[in-house]
C-alpha cells in the first residue's frame, strides 16, 4: 500500500478513535482550599488525654473543676499510701514512746493514711470482739444468759472513725484560724498511730479484774495523749496557746476511758 495512504489523518473522520500518545503524566495537582478550623495541640505533654482544646488559655471555671475532680480521684492518695513494713513498725514504736516528741520529723517526708485507716479499723473489730469476750467472762459466774451483743459494732465504727476523722480536722481548722501553718495529713497521721496503743490495752483490758482494768486504762490513756500534746508542741509553742495542749490530751483520754466505760464494763 501507499505510503500516502497510511498517513493520512484520520483524527477529524466522525467515528474515529484517536491514536494512543504516550506522554509524560500530568504532575499538577488540584490545591484545596484550606479551611479555618481550630487547631488541635498534640496529644503528648500536660494536655495529653483532654481531648479537644481551643485556641486560647483555660478559664478560671476550668481550672476549678479540673482541681475537684484531682480531690475525689483515688489516684491523688497513692502517694499517702506508699509506706512499707518497716516504716510502719518503726512508726507504731514511736507511738509508744511519746516522750521523744519528734513524730512529725520522722513522717515530714512521707506522711501516710495506711496507718490512720489499718489502725482505726482494727481497734473497731477489736473492741467488737474483745469487748464481747470480756462481758462473757464477766456473767460467767451468773446464772444470767450471755448474747453476742452486735450494737458493739455500730459502737466502735461510730466513736473511732468519728474520732479520728473529726478530732483532727477540728484542730487543724483551729490553728490555722490562730495563724499557724499546719498540714493536715500530718495531724490525720499522728492521731491515727495514737491509737496503737489502745489496740494492745484492749487485749489486756479482757482480764476480769476491775482493779488491773483501770489501771491498764489509766496508763493507755496518758501513753496516748502525750503522744498527742507533745507532738503538737512542735506546732504550738506559745504560751497563750497551751489551751489546745491541753484539750488535745484531755480528748485522747476521754476516748480511752470511754473505750473502758462503753466495752469493758
Not at 516528741?101 to 517526708?109: L, R, T, V
Not at 497521721?189 to 476480769?208: A, D, Q
Request: proline share 4%.
Amino acid at each position: 500500500m501507499d505510503d500516502s495512504y497510511t498517513n493520512f489523518p484520520t483524527s477529524h473522520l466522525v467515528g474515529s478513535v484517536p491514536a494512543v500518545v504516550t506522554e509524560e503524566k500530568n504532575s499538577y495537582k488540584p490545591q484545596v482550599p484550606t479551611a479555618n478550623s481550630p487547631i488541635l495541640p498534640p496529644n503528648n505533654g500536660s494536655n495529653a488525654g483532654r481531648g479537644y482544646q481551643t485556641l486560647g488559655g483555660e478559664g478560671d471555671g476550668q481550672q476549678s473543676t479540673n482541681k475537684w475532680n484531682g480531690v475525689f480521684s483515688v489516684s491523688s492518695y497513692t502517694e499517702y499510701f506508699n509506706v512499707d513494713t518497716d516504716l510502719v513498725l518503726n512508726r507504731l514504736m514511736s507511738s509508744l514512746n511519746p516522750t521523744t516528741g519528734d513524730f512529725f520529723s520522722k513522717i515530714d517526708a512521707n506522711p501516710d493514711l495506711y496507718g490512720l485507716i489499718w489502725i482505726s479499723t482494727t481497734l473497731v473489730f477489736v473492741l467488737s470482739s474483745i469487748g464481747n469476750c470480756a462481758t462473757y467472762l464477766m456473767q460467767s459466774d451468773s446464772n444470767s444468759s450471755w448474747n453476742f451483743d452486735v450494737n458493739y459494732v455500730n459502737v466502735a465504727a461510730c466513736s473511732v472513725y468519728g474520732y479520728a476523722l473529726l478530732v483532727p480536722l477540728g484542730f487543724y481548722f483551729l490553728i490555722r484560724y490562730m495563724g499557724i501553718s499546719v498540714s493536715l495529713i500530718r495531724f490525720w497521721c499522728l492521731w491515727g498511730y495514737s491509737l496503737f496503743v489502745l489496740v494492745l490495752s484492749s487485749f489486756l483490758l479482757i482480764i476480769p479484774v476491775e482493779f488491773l482494768r483501770w489501771t491498764i486504762t489509766i496508763a493507755a490513756a496518758t501513753t496516748s495523749a502525750s503522744f498527742i500534746a507533745l507532738n503538737l508542741r512542735t506546732y504550738v509553742q506559745s504560751d497563750d496557746l497551751m489551751i489546745i495542749l491541753v484539750a488535745s490530751f484531755a480528748l485522747q483520754a476521754a476516748l480511752t476511758i470511754f473505750i473502758k466505760m462503753w466495752f469493758f464494763s
